[in-house]
């Protein structure tokens, strides 16, 4: 083998050796982005993991809160009611059951009191509508009995008093109405004072 051939023979193995060497460096390269790629991949993964659990722990944390305020509110408009419940039931009761004085004497007017038109037609005929009425063009607020003995009922005189009383507020914005009630008002006075005992202002 002449010097020539052997010199060529030694490149073409230091060739050899250089593109496998090449080739090895790439499939090293190749293999390291791959991983680089395996784990940034793996980390989005655990980042969007945690973030979804972050935000199912904060949808929990919401839902708990408003279910808290939902019962807190529930529980607030539970006792406003009830004062206003315990207060019907107790108007209800002294409704049916009158225990004062007061209250005995406005239902035993009420079973005495003239109601119906006819009733009231012949109290004014007998007894006298000026007597017996505190608007007597109206035959309104009765104060005599419809058993027509024609006697001033005191308990009518403060029923008819009380009524207008009340009704004086209501009719604030009819001023018909309320002159009439005012009306009322001053002659069940004078009435009370007149008849009932009742001391003059």
Not at 79 to 85: E, N, Q, V
Not at 105 to 130: F, H, I, N, Y
Request: aromatic fraction near 2%; include cysteine.
């Amino acid at each position: 083998m002449t010097q020539v051939q052997s010199k060529k023979m030694l490149q073409k193995k230091q060739a050899k050796e250089a593109a496998k060497a090449q080739k090895k460096q790439a499939a090293e390269k190749l293999k390291a982005q791959k991983k680089q790629v395996a784990e940034a991949l793996k980390r989005a993964k655990k980042q969007a993991a945690e973030k979804l659990k972050a935000q199912k722990k904060q949808a929990a944390e919401a839902l708990k809160k408003a279910k808290k305020q939902a019962a807190e509110s529930l529980k607030t408009e539970k006792k406003l009611r009830a004062p206003r419940k315990t207060a019907q039931k107790k108007q209800k009761k002294q409704a049916k059951e009158p225990h004062t004085a007061r209250q005995i004497s406005a239902a035993a007017w009420d079973l005495r009191k003239p109601k119906t038109t006819r009733e009231r037609l012949m109290v004014a005929s007998k007894c006298g509508q000026d007597k017996c009425f505190m608007v007597p063009a109206e035959l309104k607020y009765p104060v005599c009995g419809k058993d027509l003995s024609c006697d001033v009922d005191c308990d009518g005189v403060r029923s008819a008093y009380n009524l207008t009383a009340i009704q004086m507020n209501t009719f604030k914005n009819k001023p018909a109405l309320l002159a009439m009630a005012e009306k009322a008002k001053l002659n069940a006075r004078q009435t009370g004072v007149v008849h009932c005992g009742w001391k003059s202002s």
